[in-house]
C-alpha cells in the first residue's frame, strides 16, 4: 500500500522561470545566428562596395587612357606633298610701243578686263599728221602711191609673223599637253602591270585549289586579281588613245609650224615685189612710208585677252617704251615652293588638287608643268644672322610651276594651298601602318570586340602588301570589314578590356 501510495503521489509542478527559462534560452540562440548573418551581408556589402570602387576607378583610367581605334576598310594611299604658292598668269604680254610721242588717251584701267584686238591706249598723232602732210606737199602722186604700198606691204609681213608665231605657241602648247598626258598613261600602265603581277601571283594557288566558280568568285584574292585585271585593260587603252592624241597634235604642230612659215614667206615675197616694183623710189617716199607706219602704230591694240594689271604710261607724256600689262586670268598657274625632301618625288604631269585655306568656295585642279631643280638666289632665302654674328647657312626652297586646268573663284594674286598627288590614286582595304606587328607566327594586329558591352582586345591574324605614308594594305587574314583597328598596340594586351576613341 505504502508503494501504491507513493506512486499515485501527484508530481511536482514547475515554475514559470523554470517553465519559460529554457524557452527564453532558446530565443538567444536564435538572435546570435540573426546577428551572424547580419555580420555576414554588412561584409558582402563592404566588400560589394570596394569592388564598386576599383571597377569605377577601373573605369575612369580606362577613359583617361581612351585606345585609339581606326575601321578597317578602303583607305586612299595616295601619297601627297602640300605646300603654298600664288595664282599667277601663265599668259602675260607687256604692250609697248616704239613712238616717242605724248600719250593722248588710255583707254582703260587697272582691272578692266580686254579683249584681242580692243584699242587700249592711242598716241598723240598730231605731229605725225603735220609731217605726214608736209611730206605730202613735197610729193609726186608717184611717190606717195609707192609709200602707200611700202607701209601696206611691211605691215602684211608684220601680221603673218604674229599670226605664225600665235599658231605654233598654241600647237607648241598642246604637243606639250599630249605628251604629259601621254607620260602619265605610261605611268599608269606600269603601275597597273605590276598591280596585276603581284595579284596574279597571289591568285593562283586559289584559282588552282578553288572547287566550283561560285566559290572562287566570293575569294577575296580572285576578286582582286580579277579587279587588277580589268585596270590593266583599262591603262593600255587610255595609253593606246592618249599615244594617238600625241601623234595627232604633233601633226597640227608641223602644219601650223609649216603654214606659218609658208605664210610669213608668202608675205615677205610679196614685199620684195613690192619693192622690186616701184622700182628706185624717191627718199621722200621711203620717209612718207615711215609715217605712215607710224600713224598706224599710234592706235595700241591688245594683242591678248585678260585683265590690264598695271598701266605705266601717262597721259600727256611721252611713254618709255612700257605702256601697259595685260594678263589673261583664264589660263592661270601656280608657283609653289618645294622642299629639299620632296624635290626627287616631283615629276611633270602630277596632278594637283587647289584649295584655299580662308575661302571654302575657291577650289581648283591642275597638273605641274615644270620642275626647277635647283634653287636660284632669288628664291633662296636670305641668310641669318645668328647669336655670334656669324651667317647661318639656310637651304632655299625648290620651284614646281602649276597649269591650272579647272577652277571656281581662283583670282589672281590669291594665296592657296596645293595638294600634289605623288603617283596615281590607290583606293584598297587597308589599316594605319602603325597597327602592324609581327611574331613568329607572322603579321597580325589587335581588335577591340564588342562583348558584354564591353570593348575587348583580340589578335587577327593579316597579310599585308605596299605602305604608304599612312596605310599599309592588308591584301588577306581574318580582319572582317569595319573591325575596329587599334591604332598603336603597344599600349594594349590580349585579351584586356578597353575603352575606345574613333
Not at 295 to 304: G, R
Request: hydrophobic content about 35%; aromatic content about 4%.
Amino acid at each position: 500500500m505504502d508503494n501504491q501510495e507513493n506512486t499515485s503521489q501527484p508530481q511536482k509542478k514547475m515554475t514559470w522561470e523554470e517553465m519559460y527559462g529554457k524557452k527564453k534560452t532558446k530565443k538567444k540562440k536564435s538572435k546570435g545566428v540573426i546577428i551572424i548573418i547580419a555580420a555576414l551581408v554588412l561584409v558582402a556589402l563592404v566588400g560589394a562596395f570596394a569592388l564598386f570602387k576599383k571597377l569605377s576607378k577601373t573605369a575612369n583610367t580606362l577613359k583617361d587612357n581612351e585606345t585609339v581605334v581606326e575601321a578597317y576598310g578602303e583607305k586612299d594611299m595616295t601619297a601627297y606633298i602640300n605646300t603654298t604658292g600664288v595664282v599667277e598668269s601663265g599668259e602675260v604680254s607687256e604692250i609697248v610701243t616704239s613712238l616717242q610721242y605724248p600719250v593722248k588717251e588710255i583707254k582703260v584701267q587697272v582691272g578692266d578686263h580686254v579683249k584681242s584686238g580692243d584699242v587700249v591706249c592711242v598716241i598723240d598723232d598730231k605731229d605725225i599728221d603735220e609731217k605726214i602732210e608736209a611730206l605730202e606737199a613735197q610729193a609726186s602722186d608717184e611717190d606717195r602711191r609707192t609709200a602707200k604700198e611700202i607701209e601696206i606691204s611691211k605691215r602684211q609681213v608684220d601680221q603673218a609673223r604674229k599670226s605664225s608665231n600665235r599658231n605654233v605657241s598654241h600647237a607648241s602648247q598642246e604637243v606639250a599637253d599630249a605628251k604629259s598626258e601621254w607620260d602619265d598613261a605610261i605611268s599608269e600602265r606600269e603601275d597597273a602591270e605590276e598591280a596585276y603581277n603581284k595579284a596574279a601571283k597571289k591568285a593562283k594557288k586559289v584559282i588552282a585549289k578553288a572547287s566550283n566558280t561560285d566559290a572562287l568568285a566570293k575569294n577575296p584574292k580572285y576578286i582582286a586579281f580579277t579587279t587588277a585585271e580589268a585596270e590593266l585593260k583599262a591603262a593600255q587603252a587610255n595609253e593606246k588613245e592618249k599615244e594617238a592624241a600625241y601623234k595627232a597634235a604633233t601633226s597640227a604642230y608641223d602644219t601650223a609650224a609649216e603654214g606659218g612659215s609658208e605664210s610669213v614667206q608668202a608675205a615677205e615675197n610679196s614685199n620684195e615685189l613690192t619693192l622690186a616694183g616701184v622700182g628706185s623710189y624717191s627718199a621722200i617716199a621711203t620717209e612718207l612710208a615711215n609715217y605712215y607706219e607710224m600713224k598706224e602704230n599710234s592706235v595700241i591694240l591688245a594683242d591678248c585677252d585678260g585683265i590690264v594689271t598695271s598701266i605705266s604710261a601717262v597721259e600727256g607724256l611721252p611713254t618709255s617704251g612700257s605702256v601697259m600689262r595685260i594678263e589673261n586670268d583664264e589660263k592661270l598657274q601656280i608657283k609653289v615652293s618645294i622642299k629639299e625632301k620632296d624635290i626627287l618625288k616631283m615629276k611633270e604631269g602630277m596632278e594637283v588638287e587647289i584649295s584655299s585655306s580662308t575661302l571654302s568656295e575657291v577650289t581648283g585642279k591642275g597638273k605641274i608643268s615644270k620642275v626647277l631643280d635647283f634653287v636660284s638666289e632669288s628664291a633662296a632665302p636670305a641668310a641669318k644672322m645668328d647669336m655670334t654674328g656669324g651667317a647661318q647657312s639656310t637651304a632655299g626652297s625648290y620651284t614646281a610651276v602649276i597649269d591650272v586646268e579647272e577652277s571656281e573663284n581662283m583670282l589672281l594674286g590669291m594665296n592657296v594651298k596645293a595638294k600634289i598627288a605623288t603617283g596615281r590614286e590607290v583606293t584598297v582595304l587597308a589599316v594605319p601602318y602603325t597597327a602592324v606587328m609581327n611574331d613568329s607566327n607572322g603579321e597580325y594586329v589587335y581588335v577591340a570586340q564588342q562583348a558584354s558591352g564591353l570593348y575587348v582586345v583580340v589578335k587577327k591574324t593579316v597579310e599585308t602588301g605596299e605602305s604608304g605614308d599612312y596605310y599599309t594594305e592588308i591584301t588577306g587574314g581574318d580582319l572582317e570589314p569595319d573591325d575596329k583597328v587599334i591604332c598603336y598596340p603597344e599600349s594594349v594586351t590580349e585579351n584586356s578590356i578597353v575603352q575606345i576613341k574613333e
